[in-house]
DNA sequence: TTTTTAGTTGACCGTTCGGTCAGGAGAATA
DNA sequence: TATTCTCCTGACCGAACGGTCAACTAAAAA
């Protein structure tokens, strides 16, 4: 079946790392080939368009986040102290990320939503899925918790999530996100 | 001192309307320029730069923002109530956007922030204001309404309250917005 | 009325954008 | 080894980008 290539690979890599860093408009298709070690005409041999990369890029940044989910939400503490963890493990991320580049890269998804999802109806659907992924799963914990409304606190909770992470990167301030993990716990309950 | 013109004053009107509706990179100088009736070299007579105009469309929309919420923090209700109504006139205000452009626009504070933050460090400072004024406006109210850690809480508010907006944009449904109202009024006690 | 000065115009600049394509290279399969 | 199919390459495309400029126009001020 022909020769083997990690090039898309790279390229996956790449996209996630720039448009990350300085958005899907910032990251120029040169740029990533550039970054990744291809030549723009391999990028076309992998993906149909620019758009597509993002598309690829997103799954990529969805297979991440329920990893750190499956952590921050892990049933080792009672399901409030696990929202409070959430809060908490993000907020060291972007520190990081902080620390490594010099500024809070925010949060890959609600920066797309913001950039893309007034023209580029696929990736808005995409990130639909995530944010309500990401809802069913901090349900659960409240359910765990027998609290009432369940249902209504998860979607302020992601809110609330997305909200402290966008003024974490206005900011440049991770802190935010810390401190809304106690405030987190208060809503819950 | 030779003639006069309101080329100037187009021109921002034309930049809050196609940066609130396609972002900053999305809007082209020209684009800009056709919208408004006005020749591009016209364009660089009254503002140095592209981003020159992003920060004076910024400026508008900061007056406009402390108009709305002159009208939503009003004292002719009780303090939690005024909290809820924000929450409330946000919503209708998106919902009329969506009616007439077929999708929520969201915050053009918010926007601006997730989209031009990492590279416009301005830019970045003046929204940062905007966030804090409001962060300040939202305390008074708590201070009125006579309730602990008025700060923590007023910087949770705006979190929850770009939260939502940023998720009504994603869903393209601003009754997310609405349904915050109750649980802001909830977050404030 | 003359002078001054702000506003207007449209052609033009170099660069970068996303995207295309024909042809070459090389590894897996037969 | 011969074939097949994937991957690689680099030149090239038209369009759009932000930005510049010198000449021109017209209204306000002298």
């Known amino acids: 079946m022909g020769r083997t290539s990690d090039a898309k690979e790279r390229l996956i890599q790449s996209g996630m790392a720039l448009i990350h860093a300085g958005g899907y408009a910032q990251a120029g298709v ?3 080939c550039l970054h990744a070690g291809v030549r723009k005409g391999s990028f076309y041999h992998f993906f149909a368009s620019k758009s597509a990369l993002a598309l690829a890029v997103v799954e990529r940044f969805r297979l991440f986040s329920e990893q750190f989910l499956d952590q921050a939400l892990a049933n ?3 399901p409030l102290d696990r929202l409070t963890r959430l809060f908490h493990m993000t907020a060291l991320l972007q520190q990081q990320s ?7 890269k925010g949060c890959p998804f609600g920066n797309l939503a913001l950039e893309m999802s007034g023209h580029d ?3 808005r659907h995409a990130l639909m899925e995530v944010f309500a992924n990401l809802q069913l799963r901090l ?3 409240l359910h765990e918790a027998a609290v009432t409304q369940a249902e209504n606190k998860a979607e302020a ?3 609330l999530f997305e909200g402290s992470i966008l003024l974490a990167k206005t900011h440049n301030d991770p802190q935010i996100i810390h401190r809304m993990g106690a405030i987190a716990r208060k809503l819950a309950r």
Chains 1, 2 share one sequence.
Request: net charge negative.
């Open 30 to 32: 040169q740029e990533i």
């Open 76 to 78: 080792d503490l009672p």
């Open 98 to 104: 902080q620390t490594e580049n010099g500024f809070v």
């Open 121 to 123: 109806e696929s990736l």
């Open 139 to 141: 349900q659960q914990v």
């Open 157 to 159: 909770l992601v809110n």
